[in-house]
Structure formats: structure tokens, C-alpha cells
């Protein structure tokens, strides 16, 4: 099966839970695609889905298209269930609380827009990193943001509030990492407020974090950020402007062994994996097509 795109044939797998909004996605989908010929299907995800619901799904659908809808946990979910399907392309419908893979592909933040963008996008081919056991497709780190994280998930505000108040008090609870680092081609060894493994260039908030960073280059970026500040955190939140280089490294590679005197929190993809000492990361060249807009 090939990923047509004049009609393909396209599974929706919804979060419910996840973002702040009260849109009915299950609904827009079904109305935009009401008189179409295009063929469609939906699956709502429960509470702690298990896996074998959306292959089972899947299976019997036989898509070419299959778009999550919800945030960066969610696309990595879906991303986990295809990797070994070349025949299948991944789209996505930003329905999360930041959404950061979406606004990294340039999907739009409209939802008639990003439903139509299902149909007419192009299928591209990018690299993924498989940290320690889980898939990344986004961004991945150990320290202040995996804590802010955490702490985001008690807050009872979400959104960008939320998440400065989690900063807020991440920033003052936090301590410093001693860390090994070893890369494709040298062992160093650093002091550091976090380290992040990169497939992308920014965080959902808009913060710049790897510049240099492209889904298709066959390189992944680890950057050491050695200090958070109330700078810092108010790029992060209101500027969107990169990180202090001064206060920053980057070392591109495929492959990174990252070993810490002490457990620090870990996060991929937005979803908080609690503590951990050691941290292997590897490079998945080319291992998805993801559905991004036809260049102009």
C-alpha cells in the first residue's frame, strides 16, 4: 500500500485528554469529511491505553494516513506503533497543550486548516532517536525542564500559566547535574542545569532551544545548558529567543551515552518517566514519514 495522496485512506486516533480545550474533535472530523469520498475511520483512546487497541485498529482499517490527535505524548504514541510500517505516513492534529512537533512542521493552529492539511500534505521522511528505551520524535531531557514537568502536572492551571508557575518553582528547587558525556567522538564531562536530547529545534512554548537542529539531516543534537535563570525562563515564555550560547553547548551526533553522579528527573516527548542516572540515546535515520504542507 502507498500513501496516495489524492485519496487516502485515513485513521484518526483521538486523545480526549489530552490540551485544554473543549473541542468536539471527533465531531469537526466527521462534519469536514461528510460527502467526501475519502474514506475515514476514528478511534478514541481510553485512560492508559494499551497498544494493542491501535494496532488491532490498524490491522482491520488497513490505513495509509493515520493522524493523532492530541499533543506530543500522543504523536509519540502513535510514532511507536508504525515505526516498522514504511507503507504508513503520520499526521497531526496539534489538539495538546503545546503541541511543539506541530509547530515545528508548520501545521496550522486553525483546525478546519489542520484537518484539510490531513488530505493535502505531502508525506516527509525524518529521522527519530530512540532514547533509552522509548521513541523520541520531539525532544527529550534530564534536569530543570523534566522537572518543570513534573511539577506542571499538579498545577491546576495549564496552558502557558501553568507552566511558568511550574518553572517558577522548578527554578527554585532544582540542583545542578555532574554528568559523563560520550559522544560518537569524545568523552566530556560537564556541570549542568539540564541536558537535552534534540531531535527538534523548540520546546511547545516556543523556546528556541536547537537551532541548528533539522528532522532530516541524519544528526541529533545533545545541548548542555549549564544555567537556569529568571532570563532564561522568561525566553522560554514571552521572547521565544534562544538560549545564552555562553551559557550553552551543542555537540551533534548519532549516538550518546549520558551518565549522572545522581538521578535526575527524564521526560521524551512531554511525558514525565521519573528518575534516572544513565541516559543512552541513538539515531533513527529516516524511520517515519510524517505529513507536513506541500512546499510552495
Known amino acids: 500500500m502507498t500513501d496516495k495522496t489524492s485519496n487516502p485512506k485515513i485513521l484518526f ?3 480526549p485528554k489530552s490540551g485544554k480545550d473543549d473541542l468536539d474533535w471527533s465531531q469537526l472530523i466527521t462534519d469536514h469529511f461528510a460527502g467526501l469520498t475519502i474514506e475515514t475511520d476514528l478511534l478514541q483512546l481510553e485512560k492508559d491505553c494499551d497498544p494493542a487497541v491501535i494496532n488491532k485498529k490498524i490491522d482491520s482499517f488497513q490505513p495509509a494516513r493515520i493522524i493523532a490527535v492530541g499533543g506530543d505524548g500522543t504523536v509519540k504514541l502513535v510514532a511507536e506503533q508504525i515505526i516498522d510500517q514504511p507503507q504508513i505516513s503520520l ?4 489538539a495538546g497543550s503545546a503541541n511543539g512537533m506541530a509547530k515545528e512542521l508548520g501545521i496550522p493552529m486553525n483546525p478546519a486548516e489542520a484537518i ?3 488530505v493535502d500534505g505531502v508525506p516527509k521522511k525524518i529521522h527519530l532517536v530512540k532514547v533509552n528505551d522509548h521513541i523520541c520524535i520531539h525532544l527529550s531531557d534530564v534536569g530543570f525542564n523534566a522537572f518543570v514537568i513534573k511539577m506542571f502536572e499538579k498545577e491546576s492551571g495549564r496552558g502557558m500559566w501553568g507552566y511558568f508557575k511550574a518553572s517558577w518553582k522548578a527554578l527554585w528547587q532544582h540542583s545542578k547535574l555532574n554528568v559523563k558525556i560520550r559522544t560518537d567522538d569524545e568523552v566530556v564531562q560537564r556541570s549542568a542545569a539540564m541536558i537535552v536530547i534534540a531531535n527538534a529545534t523548540k520546546y511547545g512554548s516556543g523556546a528556541l532551544i536547537n537551532p541548528e537542529g533539522k528532522l532530516d539531516d541524519g544528526l541529533f543534537e545533545i545541548i548542555v545548558v549549564r544555567k537556569i535563570s529568571l532570563t532564561e525562563i522568561f525566553k522560554m515564555m514571552v521572547t521565544h529567543m534562544a538560549y545564552n ?3 550553552t553547548e551543542v555537540f551533534q551526533c548519532t549516538h550518546i551515552d549520558i551518565a549522572s553522579r545522581r538521578f535526575a528527573h527524564f521526560q521524551v516527548d512531554g511525558e514525565y518517566l521519573g528518575k534516572t542516572n544513565k541516559v543512552t540515546a541513538a539515531l533513527l ?6 505529513i507536513v504542507p506541500a512546499q510552495k
Open 245 to 247: 550560547p555562553a551559557k
Open 285 to 290: 535515520p529516516a524511520a517515519i514519514s510524517i
Open 13 to 15: 486516533i483521538i486523545n
Open 116 to 118: 484539510q492539511l490531513c
Open 91 to 94: 499526521g497531526i492534529l496539534p
